[in-house]
């Protein structure tokens, strides 16, 4: 079965330095995975996906991640963090068979502090 | 601009007294699912629909229940609502259910069972 695992409950930064949220997969076949970010009491708001192609994908926000086969991760970064970029954040992979749902990581916790 | 919109946001009920929360959109999309989200965990799949087909996940409690009476709404019934049903109800559309698909959320509505 597809999952990804998010190895850190919590990432802190200072605004102004560069981020990075970890996401590891394990899949049978192709991955495709997903980003969101979810704010309090909203809901999850796409950031960004890979399908197939360049490995370093860019996204909403001035976010980007970089698709690493040999290493199955698909790292969230940003270059410079803002206060505002201060959410909760999930990595998703699709399932390859049957209906082929989401499956969501466990989330990471992002604080920038000023 | 093109959403996904939840009514109402917040909805406090009582043990026991039905409750039914509600979701449109306005992307055309074919399928709609609903998840449930407690405590900032990963959101969980209850079910969803593929046009007018309903798929609903093996463990999904018999009190949740759904209804999709066009493309544009779609709606989630909590039969008897207990405690353990407090959590933030999250409805989501794609075009298709495909790999490459992207899900897109609305805001959500947090649920409190009093």
């Known amino acids: 079965a597809q999952s990804v695992a998010q190895p850190e409950d919590q990432v802190n930064v200072a605004e102004g330095n560069p981020l990075t949220v970890k996401c590891t997969y394990s899949?049978?076949?192709?991955?495709?995975l997903f980003w969101y970010v979810q704010y309090p009491n909203r809901g999850l708001q796409f950031l960004l996906k890979?399908?197939?192609?360049?490995?370093l994908v860019k996204g909403s926000y001035g976010f980007e991640a970089e698709f690493n086969k040999s290493q199955t991760s698909f790292h969230l970064k940003k270059p410079s963090a803002l206060v505002s970029d201060s959410a909760l954040y999930f990595c998703?992979?699709?399932?390859?068979?049957?209906?082929?749902?989401?499956?969501f990581g466990t989330g990471t916790r992002l604080l920038v502090s000023p | 601009d093109a959403m996904v919109i939840q009514n109402p946001r917040y909805q406090v009920t009582q043990f026991g007294k039905p409750v039914t929360l509600s979701c449109s959109q306005t992307?055309?999309?074919?399928?709609m699912y609903w998840y449930q989200q407690k405590s900032s965990q990963a959101p969980k799949l209850l079910f969803h629909?593929?046009?007018?087909?309903?798929?609903n996940e093996a463990d999904t409690p018999d009190n949740f229940q759904s209804r999709r009476p066009n493309t544009s709404f779609c709606f989630l019934d909590i039969r008897s609502p207990g405690l353990g049903d407090a959590a933030m109800y999250l409805c989501?559309?794609?075009?298709?259910?495909?790999?490459?698909?992207?899900?897109?959320f609305g805001p959500g509505t947090r649920l409190l069972v009093l």
């Open positions: 989501a559309t794609s075009s298709s259910p495909g790999l490459q698909e992207t899900q897109y």
């Open positions: 899949v049978s076949g192709n991955p495709y």
């Open positions: 890979y399908i197939t192609g360049d490995n």
């Open positions: 998703a992979v699709r399932e390859a068979t049957g209906f082929q749902k989401l499956v």
């Open positions: 992307l055309n999309h074919n399928v």
């Open positions: 629909y593929y046009d007018k087909d309903f798929n």
